[in-house]
């Protein structure tokens, strides 16, 4: 055993007598005497997985705490690695140590010499991993040393360990070894060291790799596209093209060789890309259709354009769907086009796409069109159509809303709202005299959206006066989205709660879900007043409406009637209801909730209503 | 209330899983701004029946609510199960044969090396432990597959950045899985946020939970069916202990630093992902990480170069995340909870010219669609290692006891090599180079 005093870079940089002393010139394998003022991270040697902690964490609070000084980190780092040495030292202890070691180092000056116990764990099969804590990310060339040093004699799960760490470290130095490694009958040593020549790159583990018995294997294949990534182009492009036409490499990286060449080939971009796609090779087509949105638009676009009828319609889908994302103007002509095809699924590519373009008038009346369809594609076009900007668009909506015979009035009514024009509000209360109960209802949809709260009064006069039961659900969520507008909640409600007091009965239960659609406490303890009514039916519809809250403010009031009613099935409905509104949250309880929730106890009667509010305070699934 | 244990319900038109499952899944797909389609020529030759070909890797707790939701489709298969304990594995799949009363139909790996080899395979969801994230969805991208990746979705911050250089290298699509994007509150509130409908925003405040402290373990004996060091991977080694790699939402694996971020990694993971996505900080971040009790502040903290501030509240908020702007204040939660103050805007249209952010209302419609157009998800790969790198920085802090300066451009730390050294973990052999 050699003895050889280990000081630490910053002890070395310091020079200081008093910092030799503590350090102790600590020797490997030879327990000090433990002092009356070691640190408490002196206990680490007797560390354990199972036992106290405590040494562990004073040594992270010793770290932390000595911030970003030096001197004080090195004082550290060299009671550390004179722990580290004792012979009574157990795994825990070492694996701390070296953790922390691993931090100081890598923040500090490099380790020069490498402590000796570290190159001594190096070698050891079981504590190799653990030095590699202490030195894989240090800087300096002692520490490379050590690695390539130690690689040269090992063997087997230390040898694949110093392999990693040469590659991680991207040590040039052992490129020779780890390349006579590539032809080493065990072939884990032989990939952990093509890998290791890929992760240290350029022209030396480029050649290196060369060595390899079967350049067309996966992981030789790969390095060589790593090592050439950061080569110059004239250099890297003969591996490349040399990997991507070897059909012995698997496809995956014959494809990641030809999207490299694409990056260095600008020029060349359009006519591969159009090779490509026009092409049967379907891992390519797959590759260059998701690369597309990342080339140059101005290469993209004409191979799309000139080329797309030519391909496949799975291809020409997803390249119309490429083109939206680019969201290049240029793009609009072979968009509008593909919103014409024939094909279902072209056709809504193109549709999706359009509303992401840079639009005209004439997209608009396509879009509007199309929304007028039932189905998926017509929900598309009217999302398209909301989001379409463009030179006269917002013009050509607005005409077509306020002409009656346009056949697409329906369309640009609702589109009024949901593109949020200026003025929408009036114009679509100006067809409230309008014969068409449809442009009625598009009027209303629309003003659910945007109309202000004062309108509140002239909606609900819209709402009683209809006869068209369609026309009044409508009507009626215009009232709701009136209401949501006003900041005021007690005048929010108020409006609707003298609709409902004035109300005959059948028309209370009507009115009872339109504030449920409003939301608010206050309007949850008014609905619950009707809970508690002895007319069965107004308590089921008021259950109901506070079942169906639009937000979650109705919880105390399902808790108030769950106590107060003697109905034991709407007390159990109330129970349920506010069960499921707080059983998402489970573990996400607020402070009322679990007061909720305590009431809740109290009122059921139910063993499985009880447990299942038992179960709402337990941790969530996400 | 409107009641909905799915994540994903109440998108932009209120289509629930239990809609599409009714009506098609057609109903569901066209509700995206970028269309998607049933085709599968894309997929590969060897896809049977046209349909996208599945495989899950790691099949414990979070690997049932995908099996939940993929298992109903018609537009994939379930192919493969694995995992490191192969009773999970061999279970999994044998639920999967019960319920499309198959037989012998699905293998079950131990290995997901053995799973990705399989050219049939189209796509996988990685649903392992956060310390094996992106090793496997590397070996995946690197076989040519697909990947719907759990969150967070790295284990250290210098994971991301070569997961996202092989995405684009090898042309593969990648779905982070924080499905709070697919959420149309969610993106309602990221979109008022976006286009300034709060002014100028003030503090944002989200509540992420605690967990237990994680445990200190006496070894037991490894179960015969479980490959103790493989799950273990790159991590540093620790002795067995159930507790230890229990998958459980409220301990388990996800107390310990080693396999995860604990909270800031588990909700942070989601939560500060919609933070990044409303600030338009996708392919960026922020510049400060605050420990909590320190410059002043009570709450963990982490600070944009606007100015912006996101405090973690953990107590006493009454949503999950709240944006509070000079003009107005908006609340979101998951189960399509938004309320904004003034109330106007919880509904406010927003005008063709104003930022609209992507449509996805459901998580695995956009990533089975992106995987058939070839487009990038709503998650996608960088988005998902910047709002984990998030997470990263906010616990490096925290362990450091002290601010941490970060420039989202470089992706370095600034002025503090301790903390800098704590962006990567040293690998386990053999588990090593990424």
Known sequence: MTFRPYLSPVSRLLGTAALLMAAGCAT?????????????????????????????????????????????????????????????????????????LGRLYASGPAPSPVPPVLIRMLADETRVDLARLALERAPGAAVDDAFVNGLGSATGRVRIALIQSAGNRRISSAVPLLANLLQDPDGATAAAAATALGRIGGQAALAGLAKAPDPSSPVVAEARIRCARILPAAEALPVLTDVRSNSAVPAPLRVSAFLAVLALEPATVSDQVAAVLAGSDLPFKQAVLTDLVALPADAVIPVVSANLKSWDLVTQTAAIAALGRIGDPSALPVVMAAAHSEDRDLRRAAIGALGALPGNPEVARLLADASAEPGETGKLARLSLSRLRGAGVSESVLEGATHMDDPRRAVFLEELALRNAPGASDILLKVRDEPSVASRCAALDGLALVAPADLEPTLISWMTAATDSTEQTHASRAVVGAAERNPDAKARLKLVTDLIDKAPPALQRRFLTVISRTGG?????????????????????????????????????????????????????????????????????????????????????????????????????? | MKHSRNPNAGGTLGMTRRTAIGTGLKGILALSVAPQYLRAALAGPEAPSNRLSIGLIGNGLICTSHYGALIGRDDCRIVATCDVRRSKAEAMAAKAEAAYGTSGTITAYQYHEQLLARKDIDAVFVCTPDHWHVAVALAAIKAGKDVYCEKPLTLCVREGRPLVNAARQYGRILQTGTQQRSNASFRKAAELVRNGLLGDLRVIRTSLGEFPDAPNLAEEPIPSDFDYDRWLGPTPWRPYNERRVRGDYGGGWRCFFEYGGRKNGDWGAHHFDIIQWALGMDESGPVKFIPKGFEGTPYQTHVYASGVRVERVDQGLKSMIEFTGTKGTVWVSRDDYLETDPPSLAKRPLKPEEVHLYVSSDHHDDFLGAVRTRQRTISDVETGHRSATVCHLSNIAAHLGRPVAWDPLSENVIGDPVASTLLERTRRAPYGIL
């Open chain 1, 521 to 622: 406490p206050l309007g949850a303890d008014y609905v619950a007043a009707f809970a508690l009514r002895k007319d069965p039916d107004l308590a089921q519809a008021a259950v109901s409406a506070l079942g169906q809250w639009s937000d979650r403010t109705a919880l105390a009031a399902l808790a108030t009637v769950a106590e107060k009613t003697q109905d034991a099935g709407l007390r159990k409905a109330a129970i349920e209801d506010s069960i499921a509104s707080m059983e998402y949250h489970r573990g996400w309880l607020s402070t009322e909730q679990k007061a909720i929730v305590a009431r809740l106890r109290v009122a059921a009667k139910d063993a499985e209503l009880t447990h299942r509010l038992d179960e709402l305070e337990n941790p969530p699934a996400s």
């Open chain 1, 28 to 100: 490997a394998d030879v327990a000090p005497a433990p002092t009356a003022n070691s640190p408490a991270y002196s206990a680490l040697p007797s560390l354990d997985y199972s036992g106290s902690q405590a040494a562990r964490e004073s040594l992270r609070l010793a770290i932390a705490d000595a911030g970003k000084d030096p001197a004080r980190l090195g004082s550290i780092e060299v009671r550390l690695v004179e722990l580290l040495g004792r012979r009574d030292i157990t795994f825990a202890g070492q694996q701390s140590i070296c953790e922390s």
